[in-house]
């Protein structure tokens, strides 16, 4: 499964980049490249300027990949090399979920003066986070991704239940955020995705505190 993820992700990586080459020469001379809360094009760069965004992307869509696919290596946590698979999959969810931005990105623009509808933005972002969520279950304790605390870090029992709760939070967070990010409005739909993420990371932080005191008040 590695190998195969290995193989295809630098597929994915360069999808947009062949989108990009074969719309470049019907790309117009400036590019939308901000939008306001409404959608509107409120800033325009020229096909260069568009170009070295793009190259940008790219270079931070590998490094983010190679960065996620190799931390475990310097992880001083003995499940270190148990997370290797684990990460790669979320580094491998990443990818697909940068590769989708881009590919928007290229077909604004190739567009001129289209109004860009935010609301579906936020609902790949609820779709990534709901993706996310299927792999935090199985992590093992590790300095670099999950519910990092002191007391989830020195505890196995503590993790585990921790992060058995925030999958199943996260899951059902991202399908709630793309739900209302493609039903509702704009303004709802900001609301609605900060809202949604900080309810489902406190929960998860106050519960793992909880563990902790409750097993502490049990040892004394």
């Known amino acids: 499964m590695n190998k195969y993820l290995n193989r295809t992700v630098w597929l994915i990586v360069i999808i947009p980049i062949i989108y990009l080459a074969l719309v470049w020469k019907s790309l117009p001379d400036k590019i939308a490249m901000h939008f306001d809360l409404q959608g509107n094009a409120d800033k325009y760069d020229s096909k260069n300027?568009?170009?070295?965004?793009?190259?940008?992307?790219?270079?931070?869509?590998?490094?983010?990949?190679?960065?996620?696919?190799?931390?475990?290596?310097?992880?001083?946590?003995?499940?270190?090399?148990?997370?290797?698979?684990?990460?790669?999959?979320?580094?491998?969810?990443?990818?697909?979920?940068?590769?989708?931005?881009?590919?928007?990105?290229i077909y604004i623009g190739t567009q001129g003066s289209l109004k860009l509808n935010l609301r579906f933005f936020f609902a790949l972002i609820g779709i990534f986070w709901a993706v996310i969520a299927n792999y935090m279950n199985n992590l093992k304790p590790n300095y670099f991704a999950g519910f990092r605390l002191p007391w989830t870090l020195e505890n196995e029992e503590n993790w585990k239940r921790t992060h058995h709760l925030a999958s199943k939070l996260w899951f059902a967070g991202g399908l709630l955020i793309t739900v209302i990010c493609i039903f509702t409005s704009t303004t709802v739909s900001i609301i609605a995705i900060f809202s949604v993420l900080l309810t489902i990371t406190v929960i998860p932080i106050v519960y793992s505190y909880r563990f902790y005191r409750k097993q502490k008040s049990s040892k004394a």
Request: hydrophobic fraction near 65%; charged fraction near 20%.
């Open 49 to 105: 300027e568009f170009l070295w965004f793009m190259m940008i992307m790219l270079v931070v869509s590998i490094s983010m990949y190679l960065l996620l696919t190799n931390i475990w290596r310097i992880d001083p946590k003995k499940y270190a090399a148990e997370n290797k698979g684990r990460l790669q999959k979320i580094a491998f969810a990443l990818i697909v979920f940068l590769a989708a931005i881009e590919c928007i990105v």
